[in-house]
């Protein structure tokens, strides 16, 4: 256990969500996401009052519509903060729907040597029940903590649990305990402001880096992600195809196949899927089915998305791609 003694400065960076959300009619499935400043979300947290924060409006959206230019002002503002030596941390409050994906561009394409925490709410900021004000101070704990012990990298927090920036997914549409590791372990609880990590829990380290030429990047390569089921077949993956030509700047380079169970696909969406390899599409192979991924087996001729959700394997790949693009 360790107490949250405040150290350097935490910058609590907006980007919109539920957590900043309100409803007109008082209830609470009938609300807008994104409508309070995080200036304000900060200042309705009691627990964080007289403490060194600075807040950042970064964006103000529904996750549900985020993208490449949200994400890239994201990096751009994370990236000069954290260079700040007065900075211990960053903070984003972000919506729950894409949370997963923003947790991978970030572990993807920053070095961090300061953690960066995610947070979102499952209740709007107007409800009688919000839990945003105390995923936002947890989040804020939880930042102190891991900085106070040199932890860096990219975590989640929410409902009293800190899931590694890599394992963490939306796994319940509308309970408030709406995430989970995906079989992985969260790296710490927090109760009362206090965090307890878990032992042996493993703090992916930082991987990326922000290139300058990745922000002059207008868009990310096009991955597409389609679900294997029962009737499918290749018509969609034809039409996308068929949709871009080779010289479209946007055209296909990625899919991202949900597949049934431990990366299983119809057999007959297969004979388009070899199309679109033949075309220079890369196909990955993820997996609908929430907990286990797909995993790598040595005769495997299509490569597989491991414990990556499709949507974090589509973000993955088309990062993957977008560096490869820039040599
Ligand atoms: N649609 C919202 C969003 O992701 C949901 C949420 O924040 O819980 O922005």
Redesign the pocket.
């Given at each position: 256990m360790h107490d949250m003694a405040a150290s350097g400065v935490v910058v609590v960076m907006g980007t919109?969500?539920?957590?900043a959300?309100l409803s007109s009619t008082g209830l609470d499935q009938d609300y807008k996401?994104?409508q309070l400043g995080v200036a304000e979300l900060v200042t309705a947290v009691p627990a964080l009052a007289g403490q060194p924060i600075e807040a950042q409006q970064v964006a103000q959206?529904?996750?549900?519509?985020?993208g490449w230019a949200v994400w890239r002002a994201l990096m751009q503002a994370v990236s000069d903060t954290l260079a700040r030596p007065e900075v211990d941390a960053v903070v984003i409050t972000?919506?729950?729907?894409?949370?997963e994906e923003t947790a991978w561009l970030l572990h993807l394409l920053l070095s961090p040597t300061k953690p960066v925490v995610l947070t979102?709410?499952?209740r709007p900021a107007s409800s009688a029940e919000a839990d945003g004000p105390r995923n936002l101070a947890d989040a804020v704990s939880v930042a102190r903590w891991a900085a106070a012990q040199v932890l860096a990298g990219v975590v989640a927090v929410l409902h009293g649990q800190v899931w590694s920036g890599t394992d963490v997914r939306?796994v319940h549409s509308w309970h408030i305990d709406?995430f989970d590791g995906g079989g992985a372990l969260p790296l710490a609880q927090v109760a009362d402001g206090q965090v307890v990590a878990t032992p042996d829990a493993l703090w992916v380290p930082p991987r990326g880096q922000w290139l300058p030429a990745m922000g002059a990047l207008d868009q990310l390569p096009r991955v597409e992600i389609i679900t294997s089921h029962a009737d499918a077949d290749g018509a969609l993956v034809d039409a996308m195809l068929a949709a871009w030509t080779a010289s479209d700047a946007r055209r296909l380079r990625g899919l991202v196949v949900a597949c049934t169970g431990h990366g299983t696909w119809h057999r007959d969406l297969e004979p388009a899927l070899l199309r679109a390899r033949r075309a220079g599409v890369v196909v990955w192979r993820g997996s609908r089915v929430a907990r286990g991924g797909v995993e790598s087996r040595p005769d495997d001729t299509w490569p597989v998305a491991g414990r990556l959700t499709p949507a974090q394997a589509r973000v993955v790949l088309a990062i993957t791609l977008a560096l490869r693009d820039l040599g």
């Open positions: 919109g969500g539920t957590i959300g996401a994104a959206l529904d996750s549900k519509d985020m972000h919506g729950s729907d894409t949370l979102a709410a499952m939306k709406a």
